[in-house]
């Protein structure tokens, strides 16, 4: 069965450093996700992407949050620089098509991101 | 602001019983609805969803129901087996959008006892 490949499975990095966390999605997927789930607390949407271009975004994804699809098959998450509270596991995901048309997300299996 | 509530943190049915889990939402927009599963130290993985033009859907042992005017939606698990045991996580999308976002609930831990 096709999957959301995520690395590094954990991440651990110095406050005010920059990270990439990387995803390659499932290959014939058009729709792109990160989301972040903080330990304790409910997953939580980040970004979604479409098209080469971000589609929405959420209030957590401020100006330290960047998102690309360099080369077609991965997709990746930069924070420019990380602050403890970015620590949480980040999920990566994708639809072959938009919510709302029949199934759900492929999920990868996450990254752990401690910031230190 | 929770706008996708799972009021039960947890609850535990016995092995062969039926596991009902519930979810509510205040948001009117939302449209589509779905449940997730998620074992430790992995993602999410669907297991179903719902429409809000239809009022219940089935995939072999799992059904979810949905009843918009209580803006109410549960997810029935007949027969439950110990392989069930995970948080499970209800989740919505709102109307418009080509990439529509999910929000999640806070998810309720099933544990399926043999």
């Known amino acids: 069965e096709p999957e959301v490949t995520q690395t590094p499975s954990h991440q651990v990095t110095q406050m005010g450093q920059e990270v990439i966390l990387r995803c390659v999605p499932i290959?014939?997927?058009?729709?792109f996700y990160w989301y972040r789930q903080i330990l304790g607390q409910k997953v939580e949407f980040l970004v979604s992407f479409y098209n080469n271009e971000i589609s929405e975004k959420s209030e957590i994804f401020d100006d330290q949050f960047s998102v690309e699809r360099p080369d077609g098959s991965n997709f990746t998450l930069k924070i420019r620089s990380t602050k403890l509270e970015d620590s949480a596991m980040y999920f990566c995901a994708s639809s072959e098509r938009g919510q709302g048309v029949g199934g759900g997300y492929t999920f990868g299996s996450g990254t752990r991101l401690t910031v230190v | 602001d929770q706008q996708v509530k799972q009021n039960s943190p947890s609850l535990s049915v016995q092995e062969g019983r039926i596991s009902i889990l519930n979810c509510d939402y205040t948001n009117s927009m939302f449209d589509y609805f779905l449940w997730y599963k998620k074992y430790p130290a992995e993602g999410p993985t669907f297991l179903i969803s719902?429409?809000?033009?239809?009022d219940k859907n089935e995939d072999g042992r799992f059904t979810v129901f949905l009843n918009k005017s209580a803006k109410h939606l549960s997810l029935h698990i007949v027969p439950s087996q110990p392989g069930d045991s995970a948080v499970y996580f209800c989740a919505a999308s709102e109307v418009g959008g080509s990439a529509r976002q999910l929000t999640f609930g806070s998810g309720t831990q099933l544990t399926v006892l043999p």
């Open positions: 719902i429409s809000s033009i239809k």
């Open positions: 290959s014939n997927h058009l729709y």
